[in-house]
């Protein structure tokens, strides 16, 4: 269940013992699954560099924990010239609050577009978790221009490492508010625990399999 308002009070700090299971957990399925999927992402990289002009790896400044600055990895899903041509799209924005997304967005490539349904652009984050950059279940890494736009309360999404996946992943993503997405973060942070990273992992599946609020 949801805080009624969770923009009262700082969010606790998890314990000691928990961040320690966490990345545990996140080094070892991590590390196996970069084993294991080895030979999908060539496939993936090798359809990439087929589908269009640019580099396989798209790689973009992200805010982690306590604002510090990273680059977040991904399988580049759109054309070179995407962030010249986002000034001119920006009318067609299709969410509320900073975040920029257009359901049918032109700079999109083909692979792309498969890429981002089923989430397969974001393999490349399971080196960020093995360096610890992220994790695999926290909230979503924000980009400098969205954080600057945040009001004081959604700050404290902040003070936690960043992850793959998260509520808002596996509740709908762009389909869902950004006042409920932050709402959601920091009910993540209040009730973090082993079992609850558990639970998202395994509700990631239905969720990417089905590709809801995914574009």
Not at 128 to 150: Q, S
């Amino acid at each position: 269940m949801m805080d009624a308002d969770p923009r009262t009070g700082p969010v606790p700090q998890p314990s000691r013992g928990y961040l320690i299971a966490k990345r545990v957990m996140d080094v070892v399925i991590c590390g196996v699954g970069l084993v294991l999927l080895s030979p999908l992402l060539a496939l993936i990289a090798l359809w990439v560099k087929m589908d269009s002009q640019g580099p396989v790896l798209f790689k973009q400044l992200r805010i982690g924990r306590h604002q510090k600055p990273f680059y977040c990895l991904k399988f580049r899903s759109m054309t070179v010239d995407a962030e010249a041509r986002r000034r001119e799209l920006e009318h067609l924005n299709e969410v509320d609050g900073p975040v920029f997304k257009i359901r049918d967005d032109p700079r999109v490539t083909r692979a792309g577009r498969i890429l981002r349904k089923l989430s397969l652009d974001e393999f490349p984050q399971l080196w960020n978790v093995m360096t610890g950059e992220m994790t695999l279940v926290g909230p979503r890494p924000p980009l400098p221009a969205e954080v600057e736009k945040y009001e004081p309360w959604m700050l404290q999404r902040l003070e936690v490492t960043p992850g793959i996946t998260c509520f808002w992943q596996i509740s709908g993503r762009s389909n869902v508010t950004f006042d409920e997405w932050m709402r959601m973060d920091l009910d993540y942070i209040r009730q973090c625990s082993i079992m609850t990273d558990i639970k998202i992992l395994v509700r990631t599946i239905p969720a990417v399999l089905f590709g809801k609020g995914a574009y």
